[in-house]
């Protein structure tokens, strides 16, 4: 930990990098500029300006908050934010950079020796934006993730190496098994389609997001049926994770069809599919709400007792 702590400035200088590519590119094209993107790409034709600029608005917005929060777990008056008005943006960028990085690296690991797909007739972007983008998305998700490791260790370090009484870890028990349901449904779905019965995404992606959905459920109902006890720290760290990309992807497949901009290439899910992206999104906030209760209670002082005891 203290290690993290010494890092934190260089590991505020490489967020802030890794963000330069992803915010040039898309003040770029808010701009109306066409860099990246090839001839007869859709996000060039006519009716799709206005959902564009939103798009890239609103996706330009995100990444420079992604510059507020490495700001915000360097520098001093992060420490005195509310709890969750940084923690609420922390989880969500969570879950959008982490499934991300963990692609990116299976991607570049099944590549290697093997034949490149033919480009499509249209494509939709440079293939160098896709480089560019997802390495610097893969940097923010590492840099972000040590900071945000070294904030919360130093800030809450005592509440996660405790754990609450018996009785009050009724609460996340509960909690717990009611999130093993959804987190369930969301494994069996994007497992099968890693497996090839589905169609649609890429296997790195679909396997990513079965091991979120392993790691928030296990996590919390290891947190629930057990909150204090030996890997409680990799149990917390496993819930955030998968319960944040589980919601983020979730609401971000289940929303995006809905706009009908040029980024959804398909149709939109199928019936099934929207049930596994809304029990997605529902594991999601019930994974956090135990965290939430198991990491409220500070751990009870150790009380001296006689030799032998």
């Given at each position: 930990m203290d290690r993290?702590?010494?890092?934190?400035?260089?590991?505020?200088?490489?967020?802030?990098?890794a963000c330069l590519p992803y915010l040039s590119l898309k003040l770029a094209w808010t701009a109306g500029g066409e860099v990246g993107i090839p001839a007869g790409s859709p996000l060039l034709e006519p009716g799709s300006a206005g959902v564009m600029a939103a798009v890239n608005g609103?996706?330009?917005?995100?990444?420079?908050?992604?510059?507020?929060l490495a700001l915000a777990l360097t520098r001093?008056?992060?420490?005195?934010?509310?709890?969750?008005?940084?923690?609420?943006?922390?989880?969500?960028?969570?879950?959008?950079?982490?499934?991300?990085?963990l692609s990116t690296v299976l991607d570049a690991v099944l590549s290697l020796g093997a034949a490149r797909p033919a480009p499509p007739s249209e494509p939709f972007l440079d293939p160098w934006v896709f480089t560019v983008v997802y390495a610097g998305?893969?940097?923010?998700?590492?840099?972000?993730?040590?900071l945000l490791a070294a904030y919360v260790g130093q800030r809450w370090g005592a509440r996660l190496r405790g754990g609450g009484t018996d009785r009050e870890a009724a609460g996340p028990r509960r909690l717990a098994v009611l999130a093993v349901v959804p987190a369930a449904v969301a494994f069996t779905a994007h497992l099968g389609r890693g497996l090839g019965a589905g169609e649609g995404r890429p296997v790195t992606v679909s396997v990513?997001?079965?091991?979120?959905?392993?790691?928030?459920g296990a996590g919390a109902l290891r947190l629930g049926l057990r909150p204090r006890g030996p890997w409680r720290r990799a149990a917390v760290v496993g819930t955030w994770c998968g319960g944040a990309a589980l919601a983020a992807w979730g609401a971000w497949w289940l929303l995006v069809p809905l706009i009908d901009a040029p980024v959804a290439t398909?149709?939109?899910?199928?019936?099934?599919?929207?049930?596994?992206y809304a029990a997605q999104v529902i594991?999601?906030?019930?994974?956090?709400?135990?965290?939430?209760?198991v990491t409220a209670h500070r751990p009870e002082p150790v009380r001296p007792g006689r030799p032998g005891c």
């Open positions: 993290l702590l010494r890092l934190r400035p260089a590991l505020c200088a490489l967020t802030l990098l609103a996706t330009l917005l995100m990444d420079a908050g992604v510059v507020v001093p008056w992060g420490r005195r934010l509310p709890a969750p008005l940084l923690l609420a943006p922390l989880w969500v960028a969570s879950g959008l950079l982490g499934p991300v990085l998305f893969s940097l923010q998700a590492l840099a972000l993730g040590g990513v997001m079965a091991c979120a959905a392993l790691s928030a398909a149709d939109g899910p199928s019936a099934l599919w929207r049930l596994a594991t999601g906030p019930v994974t956090l709400a135990v965290l939430a209760r």
